[in-house]
Nanobody, 120 residues
Framework: QVQLVESGGGLVQPGGSLRLSCAAS????????MGWYRRAPGKQRELVAR???????NYADSVKGRFTISRDTAKSTVYLQMNILKTEDTAVYYC??????????????WGQGTQVTVSS
């Protein structure tokens, strides 16, 4: 079984910072990509940032220059450093991992979600 365990959400004032972490564990051959999505109230889930096994990153336009995704491959962990947070960043943030779990099987996995609230 594969698990994604997220941490780091919370309440922060506008302009503040938070760092999210997501650790993958279980029967994993390799990590093809990991990333973060979010769903704000009344909106669809959207990609925030993603990093591939080759280290290629991509970001939503709304977070470029403020958020940074990074990884620790030894720990199978991805991080999202969020700076200059805005009220519109308020959402539930979900970790996503595209994992090779066997020779012939690569599957998408999701974390349980962590709430980020930006409010004064």
């Amino acid at each position: 079984q594969v698990q994604l365990v997220e941490s780091g959400g919370g309440l922060v004032q506008p302009g503040g910072s938070l760092r999210l972490s997501c650790a993958a564990s279980g029967s994993i051959f390799s990590i093809k990509a990991m990333g973060w999505y979010r769903r704000a109230p009344g909106k669809q889930r959207e990609l925030v940032a993603r990093i591939t096994s080759g280290g290629i990153t991509n970001y939503a336009d709304s977070v470029k220059g403020r958020f940074t995704i990074s990884r620790d491959t030894a720990k199978s962990t991805v991080y999202l450093q969020m700076n200059i947070l805005k009220t519109e960043d308020t959402a539930v943030y979900y970790c996503n991992a595209f994992l090779q779990v066997s020779i012939n099987n690569a599957t998408n996995y999701w974390g349980q979600g962590t709430q980020v609230t930006v409010s004064s």
